[in-house]
């Protein structure tokens, strides 16, 4: 079965600094999700990238998905307190046909924490 | 528009008890999940709903866990006989289509004492 690991486990930045988060694939990504947890609440959709070399941003995040290297990369510039959370990344599994359907696979998770 | 609803938010049980978990969908979702969070396992797939059907019950980790669709809309999780083991926090999900972005609720936390 595929696995995802993140790295790191939990990063502690400044505000203002940037920052990487990154998930990396035991088998080959057919799309990868971005999504981001509160402590306390369910998860709020980022980002998905579904093609090789994809790049996506919304405000100051970027994600990038790396085919080649089954990996994806979710970038944060001039981080803010806002931003401090669980980063979760996920992909999805391929049915009989060949096609991708919903059910996802998720990595451990990054616990990010940003100070003022 | 209404998110993904799920109740109750907190549920706090005795070891054996059964107990029913309820997830409420956006509206026009056909795709249903439900996952479970916990600390020793991370966040992991239980069953998939597509309309009132269960293509994939690949994840429920054992026979005391039960879920139903009805009327392609509203889910319930059962879990009979609770365990201790059980006790984590519970997340639904719906797709507009099985390929497409999921969007959680905010999940019931279950204690299992």
């Known amino acids: 079965s595929q696995e995802l690991e993140q790295s790191p486990q939990s990063l502690i930045v400044q505000e203002g600094k940037n920052l990487t988060i990154n998930c990396t694939s035991s088998?080959?990504?057919?799309?990868l999700y971005w999504y981001k947890q509160k402590y306390g609440e369910g998860l709020i959709f980022l980002m998905m990238?579904?093609?090789?070399?994809e790049e996506k941003s919304h405000e100051k995040i970027t994600a990038k998905l790396d085919e080649k290297k089954q990996q994806s990369s979710l970038h944060i510039t001039a981080s803010q307190p806002s931003h401090a959370g669980i980063y979760l990344c996920?992909?999805?599994?391929?049915?009989?046909?060949?096609?991708?359907?919903?059910?996802?696979?998720f990595g451990q998770g990054t616990i990010l924490t940003v100070h003022p | 528009g209404a998110g993904v609803s799920q109740s109750p938010s907190n549920k706090v049980t005795e070891k054996g008890k059964d107990v029913e978990l309820r997830c409420d969908p956006i509206s026009g979702h056909t795709a249903l999940y439900w996952y479970r969070q916990s600390l020793g396992q991370g966040l992991e797939f239980l069953i998939y709903?597509?309309?009132?059907?269960?293509?994939?019950k690949s994840g429920l980790p054992s026979d005391r866990f039960s879920a139903e669709r009805t009327g392609g809309s509203v889910s319930t999780l059962t879990i009979q006989r609770t365990q201790q083991e059980d006790s984590a926090v519970y997340l639904c999900a719906s797709s507009l289509e099985g390929q497409e972005t999921q969007y959680f609720g905010p999940g019931t936390r279950l204690l299992v004492l």
């Open positions: 709903f597509q309309g009132n059907s269960a293509p994939d």
């Open positions: 996920g992909s999805p599994s391929i049915g009989a046909g060949g096609t991708s359907y919903g059910k996802l696979t």
């Open positions: 088998k080959t990504l057919y799309g």
């Open positions: 990238l579904q093609k090789g070399g």
